[in-house]
């Protein structure tokens, strides 16, 4: 399973970005993909995932209302949009993804596979 993360770049406060995460290689069709991010110093957190089973969304506390998780083509492609955005957006966000599960995930533990990622950082 191989995934890359892509739409990343510099805006200014309240800017817009959608993030896309191409997913290859999944074979169940039953799977949570999940954003992630990490600013400099700090442990990848948790932004957003979706899941398969249920269409079920997961937003932390600090995104939600500003930003929106989407998948296509069978779980091959994921979106992040991300509106409204806040220097505190700032960092490299990773799409990662786990078979064969049901339930919304949300940590980094849950995920199998990651992609590379991809820096998005606001400016004032």
């Known amino acids: 399973v191989q995934l890359q993360a892509s739409g990343g770049g510099t805006v200014q406060i309240g800017g817009s970005l959608r993030l896309s995460c191409t997913v290859s290689?999944?074979?169940?069709?039953?799977?949570?993909i999940g954003w992630f991010r990490q600013a400099p110093g700090k442990d990848r957190e948790a932004v957003s995932s979706?899941?398969?089973?249920?269409?079920?969304?997961y937003y932390t506390d600090a995104v939600k209302g500003r930003f929106s998780v989407s998948s296509a083509d069978a779980g091959h492609t994921a979106y992040l949009q991300m509106n409204d955005l806040k220097p505190e957006d700032t960092g490299i966000y990773y799409c990662?993804?786990?078979?064969?599960?049901?339930?919304?995930?949300?940590?980094?533990?849950?995920?199998?596979?990651w992609g590379r990622g991809t820096q998005v950082t606001v400016s004032s």
């Open positions: 979706i899941t398969s089973a249920t269409g079920q969304t």
């Open positions: 990662a993804i786990r078979e064969i599960v049901i339930v919304p995930i949300t940590t980094v533990d849950d995920f199998q596979y």
């Open positions: 290689g999944i074979e169940s069709s039953f799977w949570s």
